[in-house]
Nanobody, 121 residues
Framework: QVQLVQSGGGLVQAGGSLRLSCAAS????????KAWYRQRPGKQREWVAH???????NYANSVKGRFTVSRDNAKNTVSLQMDSLKPEDTAVYYC???????????????WGQGTQVTVSS
């Protein structure tokens, strides 16, 4: 069993920055990666970025070059630094614990509570 607690988020103007954090507790030996997803109003939840236990990262094309995912192993946290934010980044952001296999991320049934990010134009 893994519990994920998120912090951060808020409202910023276009071009601004925000940082999200996700603190993990508990354990599941099958978990080897964590990821960030987001859900825009009226749309399906979408994958944003992931990071493996070994530190391998990948990003959705929509955020590549603007967002950075990182880990703090001592604190068991994963962060998402969001720069050059755009109005279309407005969404509820969720962290997830899952599996990284052959370059792909497969979400597990462990989700943070979600945090609102709003970017004004």
């Amino acid at each position: 069993q893994v519990q994920l607690v998120q912090s951060g988020g808020g409202l910023v103007q276009a071009g601004g920055s925000l940082r999200l954090s996700c603190a993990a507790s508990g354990s599941d030996k099958t978990i080897n990666a964590k990821a960030w997803y987001r859900q825009r109003p009226g749309k399906q939840r979408e994958w944003v970025a992931h990071i493996s236990t070994g530190g391998t990262t990948n990003y959705a094309n929509s955020v590549k070059g603007r967002f950075t995912v990182s880990r703090d192993n001592a604190k068991n946290t994963v962060s998402l630094q969001m720069d050059s934010l755009k109005p279309e980044d407005t969404a509820v952001y969720y962290c997830n614990a899952g599996l990284y296999v052959n370059g792909n991320y497969y979400p597990g049934n462990y989700w943070g509570q979600g945090t609102q990010v709003t970017v004004s134009s």
